[in-house]
């Protein structure tokens, strides 16, 4: 199998990506990016799982936190705080913030978000072709109460940073999802695909928002290739994060098996679980689609390796060449 896309999020799916160059060296990888995450701060354009992907496959990761540069100061951060000046709660960075103001600049200058990508990347060198799911401008809020009886809407890195998605999420909601369109190359990376993966990003704010740009979810599942997913749930909680809490606002249980049945066999082909769930490949495969349980945990690139390994094998035995 040639030519893979993958719907990234960020830690888990540039940790996964990462062994998907090892275990398919001569493949040409295009990766679909989430952008919901994506935030202004400080007048700066700040694009989290983007950089994550690109810092992680260039080599300029912080390997321990799995975002944010290696290395990093926050001698800026110090001072913009000693000046009162607000958010305080989402630090960037130095090295880190080079990067926004290169975005910011070149978007400044009417480039679009998949121009200035591909130019950031050129520096990286990721190895694949990182794509924004949108050019436009889409932001992930989560509803919460308000402590006064009321609900209101906070945008997703506020909800997960600074409350530490601590508050019952009631709903998740892509802003502007449904007027954008995808961003050049995404939709004919997918239409020349020999396989889709779904790799364990979350499949509510990461893979989900994906999926709700008009356009993505139509062409993947008439695409006529198999479409793999890894579970980002092992033993009912998930492996990094609060996945939890953002599936329950949708109404989803936080086990592997549900969240292969979110998807739909309408989407999936393949579900991989991790050995300790394999009481769910009944339950998936009941519900048309493939279930294999391999080991899930992504320990080092050997391990993230072997996991994309099987879902490419499962991918030959769904629909074989």
């Given at each position: 199998m040639r030519r893979i896309v993958v719907l990234s999020g960020g830690i888990g799916g540039a940790r996964f990506l990462r062994g998907l160059r090892q275990a398919a060296p001569e493949a040409d990888i295009t990766v679909i990016g989430n952008t919901g995450d994506d935030i202004h701060l400080f007048g700066l354009?700040?694009?989290?799982?983007?950089?994550?992907?690109?810092?992680?496959?260039?080599?300029?990761?912080?390997?321990?936190?799995?975002?944010?540069?290696?290395?990093?100061?926050?001698?800026?951060?110090e001072e913009l705080a000693a000046y009162g000046i607000e958010?305080?709660?989402?630090?960037?960075?130095?090295?880190?913030?080079?990067?926004?103001?290169?975005?910011?600049?070149?978007?400044?200058?009417?480039?679009?978000?998949?121009?200035?990508?591909?130019?950031?990347?050129?520096?990286?060198?990721?190895g694949v072709r990182l794509l924004p799911m949108t050019d436009d401008r889409v932001e992930t809020h989560v509803v919460i109460d308000d402590g006064?009886?009321?609900?209101?809407?906070?945008?997703?890195?506020?909800?997960?940073?600074?409350?530490?998605?601590?508050?019952e999420a009631h709903a998740v909601v892509p802003v502007g999802a449904d007027k954008a369109t995808p961003a050049p190359g995404v939709l004919e990376a997918i239409q020349a695909a020999d396989v889709v993966v779904f790799p364990p990003s979350n499949p509510v704010v990461s893979v989900g928002t994906i999926l709700s740009v008009p356009?993505?979810?139509?062409?993947?599942?008439?695409?006529?290739?198999?479409?793999?997913?890894?579970?980002?749930?092992?033993?009912?909680?998930?492996?990094?994060?609060?996945?939890?809490?953002?599936?329950?606002?949708?109404?989803?249980?936080a086990t592997a098996a549900a969240v292969a049945q979110h998807y739909g066999s309408g989407l999936l082909d393949g579900w991989l679980v991790d050995t300790v769930d394999a009481d769910a490949v009944e339950v998936v495969e009941a519900d048309g689609i493939r279930c294999r349980a391999v080991p899930l945990m992504m320990t080092d690139v050997e391990a993230a390796a072997a996991m994309a390994g099987e879902a490419l094998a499962l991918a030959r035995e769904v629909r074989p060449a």
């Open positions: 354009k700040v694009c989290p799982d983007l950089d994550t992907v690109m810092y992680t496959l260039g080599g300029g990761i912080h390997e321990e936190q799995g975002w944010g540069r290696a290395g990093e100061t926050f001698a800026v951060k958010p305080q709660w989402f630090g960037l960075g130095d090295r880190d913030l080079a990067t926004h103001v290169v975005r910011t600049q070149m978007m400044g200058a009417g480039y679009p978000l998949s121009a200035v990508t591909e130019a950031l990347c050129q520096r990286w060198q990721p006064d009886g009321g609900r209101r809407a906070v945008h997703f890195q506020e909800y997960w940073v600074r409350l530490r998605a601590a508050p356009g993505i979810r139509e062409a993947i599942a008439d695409a006529g290739v198999p479409v793999i997913g890894l579970s980002p749930i092992v033993g009912d909680a998930p492996v990094r994060g609060m996945a939890d809490r953002v599936l329950a606002a949708v109404g989803v249980r």
